[in-house]
């Protein structure tokens, strides 16, 4: 049986033609793959789960796929980190799965404003590291399908923060779990990446690059921090005069490590017990020091659940750190931005000229695995400038797109993507529009701005899309707005980036149309 399923294998000899793909069963195959090697598996979301194995010399991965059946709704690139085995298990050998899959790249170029992968489902922005002219940018990624799962790094980079260049994956799950969030940051001329591995706890890994990021050496003896809490995760690695410190999420708080090596840790404080928004557990966090008037002040922030009804959202701090512990200068509840679509937000470790860069990825947990296929699922935010500002009768962190995306980007409504600039007075509703009546409106009225998504195009794939949302702006004759549009994202900056909104879109048509009244 076993030869005659061969022959079977070679008869069809598939669009894949150097690696052949052997049956040991009717429903289990293998193939063999040289190190760099790429396949194309042909997916099809609602197909059943399978399981694909790598199995190197020292490790056997698993990962789950979703292989097409009837139909192929998109393939996905797999390229071989090393000499390994590549078994496919539950996939009958008759199915479209095997006449469709692939050997090589798609050869499609990425270059995107909002950054998407080539394929795949991506969440928080990971990594955040600038090296040698180059901002690295790693992600939450899932290359086998577009939905979460099989959690690893993929990689992009920028010269300009405008275009971005997809790398093959980075950090691929191990023995210890998936690779979950983290941070990177240079150390002497290598990088040094610090993720969660998320397998049966969550516990916190180590890796090097020692070619400027493109691919990383994990520490043997990982993982370098481990507790029992099972919410322990997303380290943010950053300097702290000569030696380093980590600020962790650890359950509904961020504890504060600091280490002299980035291999043994110290458990410096914990914050966060009875300030702040607790709508679901504390993810994310990033701490960073601001210029602020004629000194300086520490901003934390950290991603939860606001509420039920809004979902995913970036709460932040305003304090001082000692190096040892965070002090919030106030009890305020602050939003980094007030739209559906913002989350996981963290800046770049080693920016130049003092810069604080920020991004995030532009979904919410409530809807993310259910927004309307675009050819991938999820992407991020353009990449924001902070600064610290004083508003109003409070102090907010600024955020607005970097000035190389507002210098680069035309200023043409209905070119995609485009920029708009304006002033608005109270009472004012712009209303950004497509011809097929599709609209997100903005109305300012009494020193509250609100974005209602309700008409703007596919907004029933999830009844938690459908949105109104609001913010306070200070009180003012007239308000600067500047909106950012692209065909699937809208972000909105009020006086200056003072207030900001991000929202997903799904119109049949791209918005083209502004007006106001
Ligand atoms: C935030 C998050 C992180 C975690 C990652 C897993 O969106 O839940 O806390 O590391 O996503 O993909």
């Known amino acids: 049986m ?28 293998e193939c063999t793959l040289k190190k760099g090697e790429v396949i194309m598996l042909p997916v099809q979301e609602d197909a059943p789960a399978a399981k694909l194995y790598v199995i190197g010399n020292k490790e056997k991965i698993q990962y789950d796929i979703l292989p097409a059946t009837s139909t192929v709704d998109y393939h996905v690139q797999y390229k071989a980190e090393d000499n390994c085995v590549v078994r496919i298990e539950g996939v009958s050998f008759q199915s479209v799965f095997y006449k469709k899959l692939k050997r090589g790249h798609d050869g499609k170029k990425h270059s995107f404003l909002h950054f998407t992968p080539s394929s795949g489902w991506i969440n928080d922005p990971n990594g955040l590291v600038y090296k040698d002219g180059v901002w690295h940018m790693y992600f939450q990624y899932n290359p086998f399908f577009s939905k979460w799962g099989n959690m690893s790094w993929g990689h992009a980079t920028s010269k300009d923060l405008v275009n971005w260049k997809e790398h093959p994956v980075a950090l691929m799950p191990d023995s210890l779990g998936m690779i979950f969030s983290g941070s990177a940051a240079c150390d002497k001329n290598r990088i040094a990446a610090m993720y969660t591995s998320a397998g049966k706890g969550q516990s916190q890994s180590l890796a090097w690059s020692y070619d400027g990021g ?15 809490n099972p919410d322990f995760r997303d380290p943010k690695i950053f300097r702290y005069e000569d030696s380093w410190r980590m600020v962790l999420a650890s359950g509904n708080t961020i504890e504060i490590y600091s280490s002299s090596n980035l291999i043994d840790w110290d458990y410096e404080s914990c914050f966060g017990e009875e300030i702040g928004n607790h709508g679901g557990v504390w993810e994310c966090p990033d701490l960073f020091e601001l210029p602020y008037l004629d000194g300086k002040k520490w901003v934390l922030l950290v991603s939860n659940t606001r509420d039920t009804n809004h979902g995913s959202a970036v709460q932040y701090f305003i304090g001082d750190f000692d190096g040892s512990e965070f002090t919030p200068c106030d009890n305020n509840v602050r939003w980094l931005d007030y739209g559906r679509d913002f989350y ?12 604080r860069v920020a991004i995030a990825w532009a979904n919410n947990w409530q809807y993310a695995n259910d927004i309307p296929f675009v050819g991938t699922r999820g992407g991020m935010t353009v990449p924001r400038e902070l600064s610290l500002l004083d508003y109003g009768d409070d102090i907010v962190l600024k955020n607005k797109p970097v000035h190389e995306i507002v210098h680069t980007l035309p200023h043409v409504a209905g070119r995609n993507p485009f920029i708009w600039e304006g ?82 879109v799904f119109p049949s048509r791209q918005y083209s149309i502004i007006d106001i009244w």
Request: aromatic share 8%; proline share 4%; charged share 20%.
């Open 2 to 29: 076993k030869r005659l399923l061969i022959v079977i294998a070679a008869a069809l000899s598939f669009a894949c033609t150097r690696q052949e793909v052997i049956f040991l069963n009717n429903m289990t195959a």
């Open 214 to 228: 493109m691919t990383y050496v994990k520490l043997p003896s990982n993982p370098v921090l481990k507790s029992s």
């Open 344 to 355: 996981a937000a963290a800046s770049w470790n080693d920016a130049p000229d003092g810069r």
């Open 423 to 504: 002033k608005v007075v109270d009472g004012d509703e712009i209303v950004l529009r497509n011809k097929c009546g599709e609209a997100l409106k903005i109305s300012f009225s009494r020193n509250v701005v609100s974005v209602n998504r309700r008409f703007s195009g596919n907004v029933t794939f999830n009844d938690a899309y459908p949105s109104i949302d609001r913010a306070p702006i200070q009180a003012s004759e007239t308000h600067d707005v500047s909106l950012l549009v692209d065909s699937n994202l809208v972000e909105i900056f009020i006086d200056d980036g003072a207030v900001s909104f991000t929202e997903s």
